[in-house]
C-alpha cells in the first residue's frame, strides 16, 4: 500500500523536518511514530482517545492527570509539558496542556523532541545517521521497545515514499539488458537472491523482485517501476 505523504497533518510535520534539519531517513521515522501513535490519522490525539466515552474516566485515573499524553506522541507528565514549553520559547503549554494539541506545536513538540531526545534521552542521531539506520533500536527515543518492529516497518514505507523517483526504465519478466542487470545487483545487495547477475529477467528474479516489494509494503507485481526503484535504492543507505 502506498503512503499518501499528503494525509492528515503530514504535510506540516514534513516542513518542521526540514526545519529542523533531520535527513530523510530521520524524516522517515518521525513520520512512522506520528502515524503509529494516532493510529494512522496523522492528527493530533489525546492519550487513550480510542476507548471513546470511556477515555476521560480512564485518563483521570493516572497518576500524571492532566498532564496526560496529547499531541503527534505522548508528551506526559508536568515536568515534560514544563520542559517542551521551555524549549519551544515559553508558549504557555503549562498554563493550558490542551496547546499540544495544536497541530503547529503538536508536529514541533515530536519533530524537536525526537531530534534532541526530549522523552527518553535518545536522540534520532543515535540510532539513524551517516553510518545506518537502525529503526528497530530508533523506537528508544519514544519509549524503549515497545512496537519497534512495527513501527521500523512503517519507517521504511516512508522511506521509500521520500526517495527521489528515479528515471530507470520499467522491467518486467522476459525483459534482458543493462537494466536488469542493475535490478540484480539491488537486490543482492538488499538480500534478495536472484541467482547470476546475467541481465536477464528471469524466474529467480522475479522471484527475489516479488519478495523486496513484499517486505517493502508495494504491490508485488514484480515489475520494477519507479517506487520500486527508490525503494531499492534507499536500501543502499546512501543520504
Keep these: 500500500m502506498k503512503l499518501d505523504?499528503?494525509?492528515?497533518?503530514?504535510?506540516?510535520?514534513?516542513?518542521?523536518?526540514?526545519?529542523?534539519?533531520?535527513?530523510?531517513?530521520?524524516?522517515?521515522?518521525?513520520?512512522?511514530?506520528?502515524?503509529w501513535?494516532?493510529?494512522?490519522?496523522?492528527?493530533?490525539?489525546?492519550?487513550?482517545?480510542?476507548?471513546?466515552?470511556?477515555?476521560?474516566?480512564?485518563?483521570?485515573t493516572l497518576r500524571y492527570y492532566?498532564?496526560?499524553?496529547?499531541?503527534f506522541v505522548q508528551l506526559t507528565w508536568a515536568r515534560n509539558y514544563a520542559f517542551a514549553d521551555r524549549a519551544l520559547g515559553g508558549i504557555g503549554l503549562t498554563r493550558e496542556y490542551d496547546l499540544a494539541l495544536q497541530p503547529e506545536i503538536a508536529a514541533q513538540v515530536l519533530v524537536k523532541g525526537a531530534r534532541d531526545g526530549w522523552f527518553t534521552g535518545v536522540c534520532l542521531s543515535d540510532h539513524i545517521n551517516a553510518t545506518g539506520a537502525d529503526y528497530v533500536s530508533a523506537r528508544r527515543i519514544i519509549?524503549?521497545?515497545d512496537c519497534a518492529e512495527q513501527i521500523a516497518e512503517i519507517a521504511r514505507r516512508f522511506e521509500a515514499a521520500l526517495s527521489p523517483v528515479p528515471s530507470?526504465?520499467?522491467?518486467?519478466?522476459?525483459?534482458?539488458?543493462?537494466?536488469?542487470?542493475q535490478l540484480q545487483t539491488r537486490l543482492l545487495e538488499s538480500g534478495y537472491t536472484t541467482g547470476a547477475v546475467d541481465g536477464i529477467f528471469g524466474v529467480k528474479t522475479e522471484g527475489a523482485l516479488r519478495r523486496f516489494q513484499s517486505d517493502r509494503g508495494l504491490d508485488?507485481?514484480?515489475?520494477?517501476?519507479?517506487?520500486?526503484?527508490?525503494?531499492?535504492?534507499?536500501?543502499?543507505?546512501?543520504l
Design 168 to 181: 530507470y526504465p520499467h522491467v518486467r519478466f522476459g525483459d534482458s539488458g543493462r537494466a536488469v542487470a
Design 143 to 145: 519509549n524503549g521497545r
Design 5 to 35: 505523504l499528503n494525509h492528515g497533518c503530514s504535510t506540516l510535520i514534513l516542513q518542521h523536518a526540514r526545519k529542523a534539519g533531520l535527513d530523510r531517513r530521520q524524516t522517515a521515522y518521525v513520520m512512522a511514530t506520528a502515524s
Design 66 to 71: 492532566p498532564a496526560y499524553g496529547r499531541g
Design 37 to 60: 501513535e494516532t493510529a494512522g490519522t496523522m492528527e493530533p490525539v489525546r492519550e487513550a482517545y480510542y476507548l471513546g466515552h470511556r477515555a476521560e474516566p480512564y485518563r483521570k
Design 220 to 238: 508485488n507485481d514484480a515489475i520494477a517501476g519507479p517506487h520500486t526503484w527508490a525503494a531499492l535504492i534507499a536500501d543502499e543507505r546512501v
